[in-house]
């Protein structure tokens, strides 16, 4: 049950039963068109990069081979990316930017990021931890500024009786930050920064890989969602079984490379460095400092792990972020014991609800 605290700022949409998939897309679009639009127009990366960059005559073949490999193997999404697009009014160039913008970005040429901050797209922290007592997986969801206001629910019921809940980015398939299925499957999303040349042109995007976990009917199922397709870009998933009592951290990469690792007794901080597939990175200043930072703290209940996403004791690179490129737009809190989504606003040490989820 969704149990909304007053003046919270997140809207939820329950679409209920949809059998198509670019009807679930229109009526996502329809009621958050003003979302949508509002971000299209704000977003710096979409209107000084994705867009210049889509008129020029190098992007055509990129822009192509990413309609043709996610097209292919995701047919329903596409359909969902284009309902999207009608039901919201904006142009179907400007939805597919905001979806491909890891697998594009990589590709466009030094000179036209003319500011360092355009680049800096979206960085999260997780801490991790099954043992005996307690397992639960709390998590940071960050993005640039742009995103600050332009996010939303979406809850949906499929024809095949699967029904799902996700945090979305407006213009964004549901969802590339967390959410969870009736199959008590849940997850959140950590970003990682492969090597340039780690990154295969033209691949399946990470919006399509997330948005298949939705519908995925367990952990061995949800595995092999994201390491069946052939990437573009690496991606970090934390899957959660709250039935099971299980969690595994994925890491992947382009060529079909992947990593899982269990998560046990001993807590397990990630931030946006791949920490155990072998793969050339780029070295990503903030996600170190973070990941140092929570090495120094201690994590003994659930209370102790939102304090650390709540830490901004380092004032350059906090774990709670604020500005002014990078903000925590909310934290959520999976319990796998009470089989609960807990999503927090503003700082998790004040302990703000916002909104709480059965996993069922």
Known sequence: ??????????????????????????????????????????????????????????????????????????????????????????????????????????????????????????????????????????????????LLGHTFLVRAELPNGLSFTAYTYAGELPSCAFGFNSNGLAFTLNSVPPSNDEIAAGGVGRNFVSRDLLEATGLADAVNRIRSPNVSVGHCYNLVDVRNRRILNVETTSQNRFSVREVGATPFFHANMYLHLQVKQLQDENSICRQRRAALLSVESKEEALQILGDAADEKFPIFMTGPTLHTLCTVLIDLDEQTMTIFKGNPKKREISHVFRID
């Not at 996502?28 to 068109?33: E, P």
């Not at 490999?69 to 999207?84: A, F, K, V």
């Not at 890891?102 to 990021?113: A, D, S, T, V, W």
Request: glycine content about 6%; some cysteine.
């Open 1 to 146: 049950m969704d149990e909304p605290s007053e003046g919270n700022a997140v809207e939820t949409l329950d679409i209920g039963l949809c059998r198509e998939a670019h009807q679930m897309g229109c009526l996502i679009g329809k009621r958050f068109s003003g979302l949508i639009k509002s971000r299209v127009a704000t977003d710096l990366t979409l209107q000084k990069q994705l867009l210049p960059f889509a008129r020029t005559p190098r992007a055509k073949s990129l822009l192509e081979a990413l309609e043709t490999s996610n097209r292919e193997r995701y047919p329903r999404y596409w359909d969902e990316l284009l309902g999207t697009a009608v039901g919201s009014g904006v142009p179907f160039l400007h939805i597919m930017l905001l979806n491909f913008r890891k697998e594009i970005l990589p590709f466009i040429p030094n000179e036209r990021i003319k500011e360092k901050e355009e680049a800096v797209d979206d960085d999260c922290s997780d801490v991790l931890v099954v043992d005996e007592s307690m397992a639960f997986a709390a998590h940071n969801e960050d993005a640039n500024v742009a």
